[in-house]
């Protein structure tokens, strides 16, 4: 499988030097200058294209729409293609959200779902609750905390089945190779999020447009484009099976009529934004009311008053700062197989770039 569905800025990193360094072991290839050139521009290029859609340089993008490549050959065929177009007559989204739910319980395997108290979380377990038997769903937590968030949630569902705490590993604690795995990631990006924190440190022209609905909204289709097959990959940064089955791969609103439902959200101008960690409590309160209309269903309290969670920084890291994190997977390939530090020469290889 010569392509693609998440690469580390180690693996990125890795190729640098290794085109920069053929002398450094004595087996690797010597590449001829045209490569070495080609490869340097493409690079380039993707940071340009990270820049233009508000993410780190060390990050990848790829066009779910198959159209656009960058510097690794990637895959997408995992999610069907979801064309910028309004639908008429879709189902509620409750109905919509209940059915994504059942489509996941439908493999009848156990569901890794990460918990962090938030809204975009407690919708998916809220949804899953109605579908599927507590045994089926493992709640992954960093600690008792997030319980504390919606103690209905937690007495009605969470409480009555297994709960695994990460202790620090939140990016290898999922058991991909045996469970589907669920994330709420793609809720930012798909209502309402403007970025990342990093890109108002970096970016300096995004930051005048913070509160620039227009600008936003004509941005919108674009970041989801390139960025929205990426979001959550990163939570299986630490993951130690050398292959998994990749229908486990089951990101929650990662949904085909989820996104058809943000979609005619754009159009009808109905996404409010917010600025994702930043956002002030009365601002985020405001967003995703889809999402909150759902979960009032059974908590209304919880729905209209949650305000933004972010998870401690100790729950994203394996090391403790300033040690460098030491992530087990460098890049995983469209079949599920993992590359790492022992299997890594299988993949510097040229027909893995699109050069």
């Not at 990050?59 to 997408?76: R, T």
């Not at 919108?220 to 979001?231: A, H, K, N």
Request: glycine share 4%.
């Amino acid at each position: 499988m010569k392509n693609f569905v998440f690469v580390s800025k180690d693996f990125k990193d890795a190729w640098k030097l290794y085109v920069k360094n053929p002398n450094l072991i004595d087996q690797w290839e010597v590449f001829d200058e045209d490569f070495i050139y080609d490869l340097k521009f493409i690079f380039e290029e993707e940071e340009h294209w990270l820049k233009k859609m508000y993410r780190p340089a060390s990050w990848y993008l790829n066009d779910k729409l198959g159209e656009k490549d960058f510097v690794f050959k990637m895959n997408n065929d995992f999610y069907p293609i979801v064309p910028y177009e309004y639908t008429d007559n879709l189902p509620d989204f409750a109905e919509i959200l209940l059915n994504r739910a059942r489509e996941i319980a439908s493999f009848n395997q156990v569901i890794d779902v990460l918990y962090s108290g938030g809204i975009d979380s407690a919708c998916i377990l809220w949804a899953l609750s109605e579908v599927c038997s507590r045994d089926q769903v493992n709640v992954i937590v960093h600690d008792d905390t997030c319980f504390k968030l919606s103690s209905k949630l937690y007495e009605n569902f969470i409480r009555h089945g297994q709960i695994t705490y990460s202790f620090g590993n939140i990016y290898g604690i999922a058991d991909i190779k045996n469970h589907i795995f669920t994330t709420g990631c793609e809720a930012d990006r798909l209502f309402g999020s403007t970025g990342y924190p990093y890109n108002r440190k970096v970016n300096k022209e995004r930051f005048t447009y913070e509160d620039d609905y227009d600008f936003h909204h004509k941005q919108w289709w674009d970041i989801t484009r390139y960025t929205l097959l990426t979001q959550s990959f990163r939570f299986l940064q630490n993951i130690t099976c050398r292959k998994f089955p990749m229908f486990h791969y089951q990101p929650f609103f990662l949904c085909p009529q989820i996104e058809r439902f943000a979609i005619n959200e754009h159009h009808d101008h109905k996404i409010v934004w917010h600025k994702n960690h930043w956002s002030k409590d009365s601002e985020f309160l405001k967003t995703k009311m889809a999402i909150r209309n759902f979960i009032a269903k059974f908590d209304k309290d919880y729905a209209y008053s949650m305000i933004k969670t972010d998870m401690p920084i100790e729950v994203q890291t394996d090391n403790i700062l300033p040690l460098n994190n030491n992530y087990n997977v460098l890049a995983i390939t469209g079949d599920g197989t993992v590359v790492n530090r022992k299997n890594i020469m299988k993949y510097m290889k040229r027909e893995y770039l699109t050069l």
